[in-house]
């Protein structure tokens, strides 16, 4: 049986594995907790198991997608949502959708649109002075 520290010390490889898979595969629609646990040679319950008190998988999975997003909506305005699903890895545009709206309450319209707002203020406003 495997001691504390051990145990601790392969769950956290296992961590930072996953952690690399899904950075490298997030894109791919099919990028999914059993394909990460499959890629390491692990089941579906050891993968989750060596995340316990930290952020689960699919939370990972989701956020990375999710940022993703919301930085091709930021930085090419012109794209279509739907490509900015697919690029992120989204399987559609509504699942796009839903995942920012859970993290930021908005939509890709909306973001799109407080980013105009900003900036616009921004170049309206003078820079502020700060003191140190």
Do not use: W
């Not at 392969?10 to 791919?28: G, P, S």
């Not at 939370?59 to 949502?81: C, K, Y």
């Not at 920012?100 to 319209?109: A, E, V």
Request: glycine share 4%; proline share 5%; aromatic share 4%.
């Amino acid at each position: 049986m495997a001691t504390s520290s051990a145990r601790d010390r392969r769950d956290e490889a296992r961590r930072a594995a996953a952690l690399a898979v899904i950075q490298k595969r997030f894109r791919e629609p099919q990028c999914s907790v059993s394909s990460v646990a499959e890629e390491l040679h692990l089941s579906v319950r050891q993968l989750y198991r060596s995340f316990v008190g930290h952020e689960s998988p699919s939370e990972i999975i989701s956020r990375v997608r999710t940022s993703a997003a919301i930085t091709l909506l930021l930085n090419d305005r012109g794209l279509p949502a739907p490509e900015v699903a697919r690029r992120a890895g989204f399987v559609d545009p509504g699942t796009m959708r839903e995942h920012l709206r859970r993290l930021l309450g908005m939509g890709s319209r909306e973001i799109r649109s407080q980013c105009v707002k900003l900036s616009e203020l921004t170049r309206r406003s003078p820079p502020a002075q700060v003191s140190e």
